[in-house]
């Protein structure tokens, strides 16, 4: 069975994280994938102080064991979000979209281990200075917000440049993610594309459906022109939306509202035309559902393999 630091860290059997992904990574998710042996993650997203405790309170009914919430910094309930992890002593805290500085204090005074998302060095730097337990690298290839940076590139610069613990996501989806991952640094790994299909993800069927029929070209990038690109699954609405955006006559504000809600459309109402459907350029090597616990031991079991095996391939003199 692999082990590294960070489970031991995050008190955790297997070292991955579910990605805390918007309208898709609540208590449910979380706590399946905490009793699974890996890190659940609630994502906090847009939503409230509220919402976000009484998620909790869901997680810590059905597991026992540790889980994290990831705290979106561009949030516009950032604030209050962050008193309530700090209050509930949330084990571990992800941040995305962001600078994490304003709230470490608050978060490390309350014993929380935070892990920083980054997509540069200079971010790895400034939350190594700062407090964080370790780091999440993320590169482009993965769902959602992302930077221009591969996973390939990005993991081992970012372990150049601190001695923190760093987790590898983006493009991950199996047991050869996971091997490739450990031989550029990481001592971890985040998914999120694959459990979008795990049978205790509440998404609508739809978005499943879309997932589990992406080919390995399936993705798109939009959002570059505001500065916070995003990747999803090609859609009627993705189409429309890059399109508009390198429509010059398009103001940066009908851009902005024209992508309003359409995560939740996608993952709630499962709105095949008006919905964004996040997902990332894995989606082609998902192709069965199964519980969150067997797809973090199918993972596992194969990266064990391929490091053990690895000598039929190389020969070292």
């Known amino acids: ?19 805390g992904m918007a309208w898709i990574s609540d208590a449910k998710l979380a706590a399946a994938v905490s009793n699974g042996g890996g890190l659940g993650i609630i994502s906090a997203m847009n939503a409230d102080a509220n919402y976000l405790r009484e998620q909790i309170n869901i997680a810590r009914k059905l597991t026992d064991k540790p889980f994290g919430v ?15 992890v700090a209050e509930e002593a949330v084990p571990v805290v992800t941040t995305g979209a962001g600078n994490p ?3 470490m204090e608050a978060w490390l005074t309350a014993g929380i281990k935070v892990i920083p998302v980054v ?34 590139a990005l993991v081992p610069q970012v372990c150049d440049v601190t001695d923190l613990p760093v987790i590898a996501a983006g493009g991950i989806a199996d047991g050869r993610g996971v091997a490739a991952a450990f031989m550029l640094g990481a001592t971890g790994v985040q998914l999120g594309t694959r459990f979008l299909v795990a049978e205790e993800c509440d998404i609508h069927p739809n978005y499943k459906d879309k997932i589990l029929k992406a ?28 399109k508009a955006e390198y429509d010059s006559s398009v103001s940066d504000e009908e851009l902005e509202a024209m992508g309003s809600g359409t995560v ?24 069965k559902t199964q519980p969150a616990a067997e797809m973090i031991v199918e993972i596992f079991n194969e990266a064990e393999a391929i490091l053990s095996g690895a000598s039929k391939w190389i020969q070292v003199k």
């Open 1 to 19: 069975m692999i082990k590294t630091a960070i489970c031991e860290l995050a008190g955790i059997d297997y070292p991955i994280f579910q990605g």
């Open 70 to 84: 990831n705290v979106m910094l561009l949030s516009p309930f950032v604030d209050e979000v962050s008193m309530v």
């Open 101 to 103: 500085s304003k709230f």
């Open 119 to 152: 997509a540069s060095t200079a971010m790895a730097k400034l939350v190594t200075r700062v407090g964080a337990a370790a780091i999440i690298a993320e590169g482009g290839e993965s769902g959602g917000h992302v930077g221009d940076t591969s996973t390939m």
């Open 215 to 242: 080919s390995d070209i399936a993705t798109i990038v939009t959002g570059k022109k505001l500065g916070h690109p995003v990747r999803s699954i090609k859609t009627p609405f993705s189409r429309a939306y890059i």
């Open 264 to 287: 939740r459309m996608a993952a709630v109402e499962g709105d095949l035309e008006k919905g964004t459907f996040l997902s990332g350029q894995i989606a082609g090597m998902v192709n």
